[in-house]
């Protein structure tokens, strides 16, 4: 059974094209426009890893970070993905409870590789 990854990102071509490119790497995949939707997502579709964008309108990926991280039940990894590479910005990713941080614009090759470590896999 493949794994479940959400994809959270308010940019639609880019949850477009993770979606693909996701989808074509064998993964099983969702997406979720807002914060709102991503925490419904996590509650009921149960993903093994969340790729959460840090800056979105209403709930930014930390507070949804947060929210996951504070919820009973399974806990999926998440990868935040932002714009911002400061270290502050990694920094207070990974205090929210993010298992790992990727700065836009990344190389697929390297999403897919931190993708298969968080998941476990040997890709």
Known sequence: MPAKILVVDDEEAISLALEFLLQRAGYEVAVAADGESALAS???????????????????????????????????RILM????????????????????YLVKPFATDDLLARIA???????
């Open 42 to 76: 996590v509650a009921n579709w149960h993903p093994d890893l969340v790729l959460l964008d840090v800056m979105m309108p209403r709930k930014d990926g930390f507070e949804v970070c947060r929210a996951i991280r504070d919820r009973d039940g399974a806990q999926p």
């Open 81 to 100: 993905l932002t714009a911002k590479g400061r270290e502050i910005e990694q920094a207070k990713g990974m205090a929210a409870g993010a298992d790992d």
């Open 117 to 123: 470590k968080l998941l476990g896999e040997a890709r």
